[in-house]
C-alpha cells in the first residue's frame, strides 16, 4: 500500500490521507502544494484550457505549426530569444556544477537490446521511423547514446563523481489530446545532467547539488512551485533524516510518497511542480537515483584495487526549455486573475527598455540613449512608428515592457529620462520616475546581474519590424 506524509518546514513529519486533507497541516497551510495533491494525487484535474496558449500567440512567442505533426511548434524572435536564455542559464548551471557537455544522435535502433530494454518502460511513447528494413525511434531521454558512450569510458574511482551534460531535440508521441500549447509537445528541447557515483552515499549528496541548483533556477525565473519526493519504503526507512534536512535547505514544505517496494529503475526522485493558472500541476525538475541502469548498459568504474564496479546514476533534468517558458506565462496568466500586473523576469524579458520619441525631433536624443544602454548589454529599442505617445505607451504596456522611456523636449534638454516602470512595480499598476541614463542603466543590471545576457533577435527600431501575427 502506497503511503504519504508531508515534510513541514518545523521538521516533522506529517501523515496526510487523500480523502481528507485539510488534515495535514503543511499541506492546508501552502496553497501550492495543496493544489499539487489535489492534482497529482487526488485526481481532480481541471480541464478549462490554459491561458498561456493565448498569451504565446499575442506576445509573438510561439505558435503551432500547421505544416508539421501535432505538438511541433514554430518559435518566433522573441520565443526563440527566450528559449535560448532559458537554455543558456541550464548550461551555466551545469558547468558551474562541473558537468562536460556531449553531443549524442537523435536517432536509435530498435532492435538493440539494451535500448529496447528501457525504451519498453516508456509504454508506446515511441516515435517510430523506418528506413529501409529498419524501424529507428527518436530519442525521448538523453539516456540512449550517453549511456552507450559511457560504457566505453574509463573511470577511475578518485575521478567520481563524473558529471555529463546534454542539451538535445526530445521526441515523444504523446496523444493529440495532450499536446497543448508549450505544456506537452511530442517535440522539445530537454536538458539532462547525469551523475555517476561510486555508491548510494556519493550518489545522495549528488541528489543534494542538483536539487538545491534547481530550486535555485526556479526561483530565478519567479516561479512558485510545489516540492515531492517519490521513495521505496525501505529507503526512506534508512533516508528519511536526509530527506527532512534538504526539504529544510529547499525552504518548502514537501510531500513524500512512499512506496511498498520499489517497481522503477530509481530508488528516489525528487520533483519541483508547477501549478499552472487553472490549478493543473506540471513537472518541471526532476532528480533520481538510478539503481538499475548501470547493469543494464555495463557502466563502471576502476576501483582502487583495480576491480570493476557498478555506478550509482543520478539522472536530472531542470525540466524541458519549453516547459519552463509555459511555466512563466502560466506565472503571468496567475497575476492577471489576482489582478497584479502581468511581467516576464526582466533578464528573459525580449525587450528590457524602450524608448517613445515623442517627435523626429527627438530620435538623435533616443538613439544615443540606445547606444548608451547596448554598450551596457541591455535589449534596448526605438519605437519610431508614426502613431502617438499614448497609443505606443499601451503597446509597450500589452507587450509587458519592463522599463519604457518616453524623450521630449524636457528630457533632451535636461539629458534625463522619464521611465515607467513595470519591473518593480507595485502589484496592480506601474509608477514614472525621471532617471538619468546611468540610473536606468544601474536599475537594469541589479535585476539581471548574473544572468545570462544575448542581444535582440530583432530590429531595434519598431517601424523595421514585420508582423508576425
Keep these: ?126 516515435y517510430k521511423v523506418k528506413i529501409g528494413n529498419k524501424i529507428l525511434f527518436l530519442r525521448f531521454a538523453g539516456d540512449f547514446g550517453l549511456f552507450r558512450m559511457m560504457k566505453t569510458v574509463r573511470m577511475h574511482v578518485r575521478q567520481l563523481p563524473i558529471r555529463v551534460f546534454e542539451l538535445s531535440p526530445s521526441y515523444r508521441l504523446e496523444t493529440r489530446r495532450e499536446c497543448v500549447g508549450l ?121 582502487e584495487d583495480g576491480s570493476r564496479k557498478g555506478c550509482i546514476i543520478v539522472h536530472s533534468s531542470p525540466g524541458s526549455i519549453e516547459r519552463l517558458l509555459c511555466a512563466i506565462l502560466e506565472k503571468a496568466a496567475s497575476d492577471m486573475k489576482a489582478g497584479v500586473l502581468p511581467k516576464i523576469p526582466t533578464w528573459l524579458s525580449p525587450t528590457q527598455v524602450r524608448i517613445i520619441p515623442v517627435a523626429d525631433r527627438h530620435m538623435n536624443y533616443a538613439t544615443s540613449v540606445l547606444e548608451e544602454l547596448t554598450k551596457r548589454k541591455i535589449r534596448v529599442d526605438i519605437d519610431d512608428r508614426k502613431r502617438t505617445v499614448e497609443w505606443r505607451i499601451r503597446q509597450a504596456g500589452i507587450e509587458w515592457i519592463p522599463y519604457v522611456v518616453v524623450v521630449g523636449d524636457k528630457e533632451t534638454e535636461k539629458n534625463t529620462l522619464m521611465v515607467t516602470i513595470r519591473a518593480k512595480s507595485t502589484p496592480q499598476k506601474t509608477y514614472t520616475e525621471e532617471m538619468t541614463v546611468d540610473q536606468l542603466a544601474e536599475a537594469v543590471i541589479n535585476e539581471t546581474n548574473n544572468m545570462p545576457f544575448r542581444p535582440l533577435y530583432l530590429p531595434k527600431r519598431l517601424s523595421m519590424r514585420p508582423k508576425f501575427r
Design 183 to 303: 505544456r506537452r509537445q511530442r517535440m522539445f528541447t530537454m536538458p539532462d545532467i547525469h551523475c555517476f557515483c561510486k555508491d548510494i552515499p556519493q550518489a545522495f549528496e549528488e541528489f543534494r547539488k542538483l536539487t538545491i541548483y534547481y530550486s535555485k533556477l526556479l526561483n530565478g525565473l519567479e516561479l512558485n512551485f510545489a516540492h515531492a519526493y517519490r521513495i521505496d519504503k525501505a529507503f526512506y526507512e534508512e533516508y528519511s533524516e536526509f530527506l527532512i534536512n534538504l526539504t529544510l535547505e529547499i525552504k518548502k514544505p514537501a510531500l513524500v510518497q512512499i512506496l511498498p517496494k520499489r517497481k522503477h529503475y530509481w530508488a528516489l526522485k525528487n520533483e519541483f511542480q508547477f501549478v499552472d493558472s487553472v490549478g493543473k500541476n506540471v513537472q518541471l525538475s526532476t532528480v533520481q537515483v538510478d539503481v538499475e541502469d548501470s547493469e543494464r548498459y555495463g557502466i563502471t568504474y576502476i576501483d
Design 1 to 126: 500500500m502506497i503511503e504519504y506524509v508531508v515534510i513541514g518546514l518545523d521538521g516533522k513529519e506529517y501523515p496526510l490521507d487523500l480523502e481528507n486533507i485539510e488534515k495535514c497541516k503543511p499541506v492546508r497551510e501552502d496553497e501550492v502544494l495543496k493544489q499539487f495533491v489535489l492534482s497529482e494525487e487526488v485526481g481532480k484535474i481541471p480541464h478549462e484550457p490554459p491561458p498561456h496558449v493565448d498569451i504565446m500567440r499575442r506576445l509573438e512567442i510561439a505558435d503551432y505549426e500547421p505544416a508539421s505533426d501535432v505538438g511541433h511548434l514554430r518559435f518566433y524572435p522573441k520565443g526563440a530569444l527566450m528559449r535560448d536564455l532559458i537554455a543558456d542559464w541550464v548550461e551555466d548551471i551545469a558547468l558551474e556544477l562541473g558537468a562536460m557537455i556531449i553531443e549524442t544522435p537523435t536517432m536509435y535502433r530498435a532492435d538493440m537490446p539494451d535500448i529496447r530494454e528501457q525504451a519498453e518502460k516508456f509504454l508506446q511513447k515511441e
